[in-house]
């Protein structure tokens, strides 16, 4: 299983931007996906996390009402709208998968399965 994340840059605060993560290799029928990012010095934080079905969504409270996770089955695709960007959202932002047939969001970071490699997001003051 390979996750590919992209979308990450440099962007103002205040300012947007849209990860993608997209699963390739082995086909699992039912997968939680999430995001999680760390900050330099700072320990891994779960950011996000979707459902299988996209009904069930969750969110760190610092990003919610501000960052919009979402899914496309069919692209094997999980996006992260960020919007009111803080300069303390900058890190580098994981997408990771869980291969679960619960229809559940997860927050821990060790229950997920498979990692991508990340994508840096920095926002400027």
């Known amino acids: 299983v390979q996750l590919q994340a992209s979308g990450g840059g440099l962007v103002q605060a205040g300012g947007s931007l849209r990860l993608s993560c997209t699963r390739s290799?082995?086909?699992?029928?039912?997968?939680?996906m999430g995001w999680f990012r760390q900050a330099p010095a700072k320990e891994r934080e779960f950011v996000a996390a979707i459902s299988w079905s996209g009904f069930s969504t969750a969110y760190a409270d610092s990003v919610k009402g501000r960052f919009t996770i979402s899914r496309d089955n069919a692209k094997n695709t999980v996006y992260l709208q960020m919007n009111s960007l803080k300069p303390e959202d900058t890190a580098v932002y994981y997408c990771?998968?869980?291969?679960?047939?619960?229809?559940?969001?997860?927050?821990?970071?060790?229950?997920?399965?498979?990692w991508g490699q990340g994508t840096q997001v920095t926002v400027s003051s």
């Open positions: 290799g082995r086909t699992f029928s039912h997968y939680t």
């Open positions: 990771a998968v869980d291969f679960q047939k619960r229809d559940i969001t997860i927050r821990v970071s060790y229950e997920y399965d498979y």
